[in-house]
């Protein structure tokens, strides 16, 4: 079993749509979770981190964490064209800067 | 406020070479990790520094070596490249342990 895993898509949501993109993690210790955006060629963006069960949200992304089911996801609303991407969910340990990448899932906003 | 830097961008060599990628940190940022991604493997850790000390090995062989100066920039090292270190490398740097991580641009490494 992987530690991170992320379905690896394509994901394809036509424009305005809402994105719902998954993560689920093995290790019940981590306390810390993030989403990039990877552009094809770019390195990784951090668009949302989220260390506490429930809903986080900023501007059009929602994280939702759900510790007891080991689970991560990332809401994205009103979907855009320029949403379109590599989404890496990551997760990190306790008092470390280890962070462990899923292999993330691409993104296909279409017009 | 400046990013993270990373140089060279590209850099291409041949099986058996060495190469040595430099890490600047954005001001006032003390930890930088490293990271190679690959198409097959996706985003792999390979190291975490934070005041001068590797705090975080991945699962690499010795070949891959790194460092970090007082001024929190940091280098890493390949020895004896492999046709498979073609990646791009990352560093990310963080105020501390456990803060939130910023990436550079990366590191572009083709051997041949």
């Known amino acids: 079993q992987k530690e991170v895993e992320q379905n690896s898509g394509p994901l394809s949501v036509p424009e305005g749509a809402i994105a719902s993109l998954n993560c689920t993690y093995s290790?019940?210790?981590?306390?810390?979770f993030f989403w990039y955006r990877q552009y094809s060629g770019k390195s990784p963006e951090l668009i949302m981190f989220?260390?506490?069960?429930g809903d986080k949200e900023d501007g059009r992304f929602t994280a939702q964490l759900n510790k007891a089911s080991q689970y991560v996801s990332l809401l994205i609303r009103d979907s855009q064209p320029s949403d379109s991407a590599t989404y890496l969910c990551?997760?990190?340990?306790?008092?470390?800067?280890?962070?462990?990448f899923g292999t993330g899932t691409r993104l296909q906003v279409f017009p | 406020k400046a990013g993270v830097t990373q140089t060279p961008r590209y850099l291409i060599k041949t099986r058996g070479q060495q190469v040595t990628l430099s890490c600047s940190p954005i001001?006032?940022?003390?930890?930088v990790s490293w990271y190679q991604q690959t198409p097959g493997q996706g985003l792999q850790f390979l190291f975490e520094?934070?005041?001068?000390?590797?705090?975080n090995k991945g699962n690499f062989p010795g070949r891959f070596s790194g460092r970090q100066f007082s001024n929190s920039r940091s280098e890493m090292n390949v020895s004896t490249l492999e046709l498979g270190d073609s990646a791009l490398y990352l560093c990310?740097?963080?105020?501390?342990?456990?803060?939130?991580?910023?990436f550079g641009a990366g590191t572009r490494l083709s051997v041949l």
């Open positions: 990551a997760v990190k340990a306790y008092n470390t800067d280890k962070l462990i």
């Open positions: 001001s006032g940022h003390r930890s």
């Open positions: 520094y934070f005041s001068e000390t590797q705090r």
């Open positions: 990310a740097s963080s105020l501390g342990q456990g803060d939130i991580q910023y």
């Open positions: 989220i260390y506490s069960n």
């Open positions: 290790d019940r210790g981590s306390q810390s």
